[in-house]
């Protein structure tokens, strides 16, 4: 009987891990095919493919972009310095610069925000980006050198074309009327001079100390700007000059 009794317990014990087997696999299965329905294959998956170099030129031009228009600094220098000297110089009755005084000031004007743009700004970002290791971080990313100058560049690009047409409104609202040759003209300039000035920004800000970059950036914007206002350069008298009024 006790056998009997040992034999019969054996197989009621497998019975019920067989069952228990059987439930929890069950119960695996609907908790699966439960996941698959929330989570589709490859939702977890690592995929450690860089992206594509066109979504990460985006995503640093983004980055760039949002990172000039958020600093206080780089906006009293690209924005609120040039439209206050502007209204300023042209409203106020300071030098003789002949009766059309808003035609001689705003070619200046946008030159020195062009200035300001792309090169003191970038020279001092650059600089205090290689000393606070940005530059290195980014360096170690899938993202290539050329793509992070890229960035850069086309962020003061986007700066510099919503400089031009601010200061071009202000100018109309001035009284600014301008040659539509003398526009073109102007616009090409622009081009080459955002393109020299980003360039030369880009090699100061990547040689010297942030230290020294950020008093020479400083002194070469006052020279520029006082250049930009010397006595030999020509007034709208002149002719041939793109905003004379004819």
Known sequence: MSDACGANQTAMSDACGANQTAMSDACGANQTAMSAELFPPGTFTPDPRPNTVARMLAAQYGLELKLLLRNGEQLLLTM??????LIGLTLLPLG????????????????????STAFTGQAIAVAFDRRYGALKRLGATALPVWGIIAGKALAV???????AVLLGGIGLALG???????????AVIIALGTAGFAAMGLLLG?????????????????????????????????????GSPG
Not at 80 to 85: A, C, K, Q, S
Not at 96 to 115: E, K, T
Not at 176 to 186: N, V
Request: proline share 10%; charged share 5%.
């Open 80 to 85: 609120f310095i040039p439209i206050t000297l």
């Open 96 to 115: 003789s610069f002949g009766v059309h005084r808003v035609a001689v000031f705003v070619p200046a004007i946008m030159a020195l925000a062009v200035i």
């Open 157 to 163: 690009v986007t700066v510099v074309f919503l400089q």
């Open 176 to 186: 600014w009327r301008p040659h539509p040759l003398g526009l073109l003209l102007g």
């Open 206 to 242: 990547g040689t010297l100390r942030a230290e020294i970059v950020l008093a020479v950036a400083n002194l070469l914007w006052f020279v520029f700007a006082g250049l930009g206002h010397s006595p030999w350069r020509p007034t709208p008298s002149h002719a041939g000059w793109p």
